[in-house]
């Protein structure tokens, strides 16, 4: 039976999946706070802070992923740390600061897109400007984000099955040392390539019902201004 290996094995593909998604979950939570606030800083450009922000960005972005992890794992947290981490930490650690570069520059564009009449109409209302950024100009600016930053947490799920080249046993992973020993590869592979198609397809496919959805409703009220002036 060719899925035989798949079946025999499932438990213990299943349990690459849960690892997978641990590290995707606690990657997307950190890289966004993180990414978040070093978009902030650069879109108010505040004097030393922006720049070192910008050196951080761009010279994350400037690397390979992969090399990356490695880096992060046998070099960087062993030398802050004075000792070898686990390959989950690693792992983690490298996308949050990988990930937080690339959602810094999807943040900064959604900030600088907001019309200056809003902003106007924030400052006439007295509001201060850590208030015009609160209330008035990162609302909007998420909403704008939005496609960007899911497209972008795709690609992070999608990027964890690189964590493998330390060690990590996640999903992909699983799936290697599944077919090393048993040699099928094709159906092994194939299995998992469809567990990343059902993950990532869901979570693009509910997004944009979501943001339809939020049209819909910016729109309903948008009449209903209108109609009520």
Known sequence: MYWED????????????VVTLQLAGLSVIGSLILGTSFGVIRHLK????????????ESVRSIPLILFIVFIHFGFLPYILGGP???????????????????A???????????????DAAVSLGLTSSQRLVYIIMPIAMARMMPALVSQF?????????????????????????????????E????????YFVICFTLSRYTKKME???????SEKTHKEVYQA
């Open 6 to 17: 798949v079946f025999n094995n499932f438990g213990f593909l299943m349990r690459g999946l």
């Open 46 to 57: 505040i004097p030393v802070f922006s720049f070192v922000a910008a050196a951080y960005i």
């Open 85 to 103: 981490t686990s390959f989950f930490v690693s792992a983690c650690v490298a996308l949050i600061i990988f990930t937080s570069a690339y959602i």
């Open 105 to 119: 520059e999807i943040v900064r564009g959604g900030l600088n897109s907001i019309e200056k009449e809003h902003i």
């Open 154 to 186: 795709i690609a992070l799920i999608k990027d964890t099955s690189l964590a493998s080249i330390i060690g990590l046993i996640e999903l992909t992973r699983a799936g290697e040392i599944i077919y090393e020993r048993t040699y099928r590869e094709f």
């Open 188 to 195: 092994v592979l194939t299995f998992i390539a469809l567990v």
């Open 212 to 218: 339809t959805k939020s049209h819909m409703m910016h």
